[in-house]
T-cell receptor
Framework: AQSVTQPDARVTVSEGASLQLRCKYS??????LFWYVQYPRQGLQLLLK??????VVQGVNSFEAEFSKSNSSFHLQKASVHWSDSAVYFC?????????????FGAGTRLKVIA | DPKIIQKPKYLVAVTGSEKILICEQY?????MYWYRQSAKKPLEFMFS???????DNQTASSRFQPQSSKKNHLDLQITALKPDDSATYFC?????????????FGPGTRLTVL
């Protein structure tokens, strides 16, 4: 079965601190993996994606994520958060097969950055 | 310019009525999707279309009917509206090309059913 688990529904960090948002997936093969961000009253925006190769991928706004096949994880990280990073973050996967149109999203992690 | 247009942005309907949510994408993508987001379920996949053909339907109710009149349009007709249908509905698109590529999302239509 395909699934994405984001174990932390809410995370609060201080501005300037480092951040890790966790994502675990379940899939029979190595899927395509994505992180999206949703700001209040907006649609989802792509932060970064992993297809293959280097397990550390860089995204927009200094976010990066590390894929681990052994741990079935794709954690999102940022070295120093800003108050504007407060948003909901979604991890998602998609099967690598052509003609597979199913994307599976996690429940999201709501990030609050405090002064 | 917005690449995915959803209309209207806000919609208020009465129980039992019918509404159509509009989605147009100008990214040249061949696949389009509908998702629903509410307080009960953060992001719920509803439908996927490719080249105007239904690929996947995860919506149990037949009250929700996607309609694709053009390859870059995927509207969502909802009949016999219920208060539980209140949610934000997001349209998305992607280009299926040799595997997978990321989805792009529209700004959403916030539906309130009274």
């Amino acid at each position: 079965a395909q699934s994405v688990t984001q174990p932390d529904a809410r995370v609060t960090v201080s501005e300037g601190a480092s951040l890790q948002l966790r994502c675990k997936y379940s899939y029979s093969a190595t899927p395509y993996l994505f992180w999206y961000v949703q700001y209040p009253r907006q649609g989802l925006q792509l932060l970064l994606k992993y297809y293959s190769g280097d397990p550390v991928v860089q995204g927009v706004n200094s976010f990066e994520a590390e894929f681990s096949k052994s741990n079935s994880s794709f954690h999102l990280q940022k070295a120093s958060v800003h108050w504007s990073d407060s948003a909901v973050y979604f991890c998602a996967l998609k099967g690598p097969n052509t003609g597979n149109y199913k994307y599976v999203f996690g429940a999201g992690t709501r990030l609050k950055v405090i002064a | 310019d917005p690449k995915i247009i959803q209309k209207p942005k806000y919609l208020v309907a009465v129980t039992g009525s019918e509404k159509i949510l509009i989605c147009e994408q100008y990214l040249g993508h061949n696949a389009m999707y509908w998702y629903r987001q509410s307080a009960k379920k953060p992001l719920e996949f509803m439908f996927s279309y490719s080249y105007q053909k239904l690929m996947d339907n995860q919506t149990a109710s037949s009250r929700f009917q996607p309609q694709s009149s053009k390859k870059n349009h995927l509207d969502l007709q909802i009949t016999a509206l219920k208060p539980d249908d209140s949610a934000t509905y997001f349209c998305a698109s992607s280009q299926e090309r040799g595997g997978a590529i990321e989805q792009y999302f529209g700004p959403g239509t916030r539906l309130t059913v009274l």
